[in-house]
């Protein structure tokens, strides 16, 4: 869709259209309540999975209308490199399994991180309206690479680690991991940006 969307100006403009942007927050809104919220709906067979197909459908339309702003080229890049990084951060992942040390550093350092793109972003927002200072969008979007290459690894401890997460809460899982891949992906569009 991210594509198609930077492809084919019309498309990409049906994307950007309110009532799709509408459709696609409540959707998702409402996927995601019922996903997080209820283990009753996580575990119904079929309804998760179409609950989880559609909060895919519906991030995956707000990330296209993002897209239909972009150069064909810079939204390949980012989905080279956006491949490229997963399957780093999935093998280191792997080698770190066992380590509950690090597991907890990777909490304590999630939080600290958190807290500060908290105070950092409004920050660069607030300074950079209606300026040309790409400077300070290129710190947001490596602090945001960074933190959301953390939070992928973590995820993926999560999952590997069977005291955290029960085998049958694959769909939270696999949202999970999905939501800080699709934020890994925009905060290295940022980074690669060539606007139309």
Avoid at 19 to 32: E, F, K, N, R, T
Avoid at 95 to 106: C, D, I, P, T
């Amino acid at each position: 869709m991210c594509l198609l969307s930077a492809a084919n100006a019309g498309f990409g403009n049906f994307m950007n259209r309110v009532d799709v942007a509408i459709y696609s927050l409540v959707g998702l809104i409402v996927a995601v309540s019922m996903l997080a919220c209820t283990k009753e709906w996580r575990f119904a067979v079929p309804w998760n999975y179409l609950l989880l197909l559609v909060a895919t459908i519906c991030e995956a339309s707000s990330v296209a209308a993002m897209t239909a702003k972009f150069e064909v080229g810079a939204v390949l890049s980012a989905i080279f490199v956006l491949a490229i990084t997963l399957v780093c951060l999935f093998t280191s992942s792997f080698f770190v399994k066992e380590s509950r040390r690090l597991q907890q550093a990777m909490v304590g350092s999630m939080f600290v991180a958190s807290i500060a793109t908290l105070f950092i972003v409004p920050f660069l927002l607030i300074n950079t309206y209606g300026k040309n200072y790409e400077w300070a969008w290129v710190a947001l979007a490596c602090v945001g690479c960074f933190l959301s290459a953390i939070y992928v690894i973590y995820d993926l401890l999560v999952i590997m680690d069977l005291a955290l997460v029960a085998q049958d809460e694959y769909i939270l899982a696999a949202f999970m991991l999905y939501a800080d891949i699709v934020r890994l992906f925009i905060y290295i569009l940022i980074l690669l940006s060539e606007k139309k």
